[in-house]
C-alpha cells in the first residue's frame, strides 16, 4: 500500500470509527489493526490525536460545504433542498446506525483538542449558513436574524433528532420527528 493511499485509509477507517464509537475511543493502535500496519505508521501520517481529529472534521465539514452547495444550486425549491439536507443525516443511520462525525465529536467538545473544536465548530457555522441560504430563497422578506436563529433551530433539531434515532437504533424514529418538524413549520 502506498503512503497516501494509506494516509486515505487510515483516515476512512478513523472516521467510521469516530462515527460509531466517538472520538474519545479513537485509539491509533485499532486504526492500525484495521487498516493492517503498525501504530507507528498511523502516527507518521498523523503524529497526534489531534491532527487526525482535525484532518477528519475538516475534511467532513468541506465535503458537507460542498453537497450542500451543490444541493442549493440544484434545487430552486426549499422543501427540495431541505429533502435533501436530512436526507444526508439519516443516510449515516442507515448506514450501520452512524451519526454524523461532526455531531459526535461536538458532544465530546470538552475532551477534544483545540484544533479539533476549531474544525467541529466550523461544521456547525457552515450548516447554518447553507440553512439561511436556503430559508432566504423560501422567504426573503424575514430578517436575516431570524433567518439565522431558524437554521440554527433547524440544525440542532436535525442532530437531535439524528442522536435519539441512533439511541433507539430506529430509523424510523428519525423520519417521524423529521415530520414533525415539516407539520410544526420549523422545516420548510
Known amino acids: 500500500m502506498t503512503s497516501p493511499d494509506t494516509r486515505q485509509t487510515i483516515l476512512s477507517v478513523a472516521r467510521k470509527m469516530v462515527q460509531s464509537r466517538g472520538f474519545s475511543a479513537l485509539s491509533f493502535r485499532d486504526i492500525a489493526a484495521s ?20 484532518e477528519l472534521a475538516r475534511g467532513y465539514t468541506d465535503e458537507m460545504a460542498a453537497y450542500l452547495a451543490e444541493a442549493l444550486d440544484e434545487n430552486a425549491d ?7 439536507y436530512v436526507g444526508v443525516f439519516r443516510a449515516a ?5 452512524r451519526m454524523c462525525m461532526c455531531g459526535v465529536m461536538a458532544a ?4 477534544l483538542p483545540a ?5 467541529v465548530e466550523r461544521f456547525s457555522e457552515v450548516n447554518v449558513e447553507w440553512l439561511a441560504k436556503a430559508l432566504e430563497r423560501h422567504d426573503a422578506s424575514v430578517p436575516v436574524a431570524a433567518r439565522k436563529a431558524r437554521a440554527l433551530a433547524i440544525f440542532a433539531a ?28 420549523l422545516i420548510p
Open 78 to 84: 426549499t422543501a427540495a433542498f431541505m429533502t435533501k
Open 108 to 111: 465530546e467538545r470538552d475532551e
Open 115 to 119: 484544533e479539533v473544536q476549531a474544525e
Open 93 to 97: 443511520l442507515v448506514n450501520d446506525n
Open 158 to 185: 436535525v442532530e437531535g433528532a439524528q442522536l435519539i434515532a441512533r439511541s433507539r437504533s430506529d430509523v424510523g424514529v428519525y423520519d417521524q420527528a423529521i415530520g414533525a418538524m415539516r407539520v410544526a413549520g
Open 35 to 54: 487498516v493492517g500496519v503498525k501504530s507507528a505508521s498511523v502516527h507518521y501520517h498523523f503524529p497526534t490525536k489531534g491532527s487526525l481529529g482535525s
